[in-house]
């Protein structure tokens, strides 16, 4: 069985979460509540991290830390970044909103030091597109990582597919092509790896051998989605 936690399970810290040796650990940001003199008492405290504590250039050795346990312990890392660079323009249109615990910027630059140190990062995202967008919340997240964090387009994939796989338990099966998995991949139209943007050349879909043509695809309408109580 996979374990898979928060980064900081409050009160205690993310070294602690660590530590107790789970395979995934959902939350970049969170990371960084291992420099808080006083750590939260519970989830329901959303007090930011003090951003001002993390170095005030490159990588911080605190964070740096949790990084090298994480490596020899296996541990993959959940990234869910692009949605605090979503809430970052949410709040530039509506100032009054509570902030979110991290800003983008420090989000990316805890998964960059994560990346840089040779940490597997997947591309999670906590949160999901509207049904009339025509991609997946997980487009926001290939962005976050290519134009936000730095990381080249090839990794990003890399992220999407068999370390996304991995986190699931489900790389003998999935995130890459092989012989003797199943036949999922898509086939593009332009070359990702000049710019992550031509991921969404999608000309067609391959799910378990079968192809689905993009040309088919009709967003789902919020009435067809219903409800939890249909």
């Not at 898979?4 to 970049?28: E, M, N």
């Not at 949160?127 to 134009?147: K, V």
């Not at 003998?172 to 050349?201: H, M, Q, W, Y």
């Amino acid at each position: 069985m996979k374990v898979w936690a928060h980064s900081a399970v409050f009160p205690t810290r993310p070294a602690d979460v660590i530590a107790a040796g789970p395979d995934v650990v959902s939350h970049a940001c969170y990371l960084a509540y291992q420099l808080e003199p006083v750590m939260l008492a519970s989830y329901e405290d959303h007090t930011p991290v003090h951003e001002n504590l993390l170095a005030k250039k490159g990588d911080d050795p605190v964070i740096a830390g949790l990084y090298r346990d994480m490596l020899a312990r296996g541990t993959l890392l959940d990234a869910t970044g692009s949605l605090f660079v979503r809430y970052d323009r949410l709040r530039r249109e509506h100032p009054e909103t509570r902030a979110l615990r991290c800003t983008g910027a420090a989000t990316a630059r805890l998964v960059r030091q994560a990346w840089k140190a040779g940490v597997p990062v997947s591309t999670g995202t906590d949160f999901e597109a509207d049904t009339a967008s025509p991609w997946p919340a997980l487009y926001d997240e290939l962005d976050f990582m290519a134009r936000d964090v730095g990381m080249p387009p090839l990794a990003v994939i890399h992220a999407a597919t068999l370390i996304g796989a991995r986190a699931a338990g489900q790389e003998k099966d999935t995130g890459s092509i092989e012989a003797g998995k199943l036949a999922n991949f898509v086939v593009l139209g332009a070359d990702p790896l000049k710019d992550i943007a031509n991921i969404r050349s999608i000309e067609s879909t391959v799910k378990r051998g079968k192809a689905y043509a993009r040309a088919n695809y009709k967003p789902v309408t919020t009435e067809e989605m219903g409800t939890d109580d249909d």
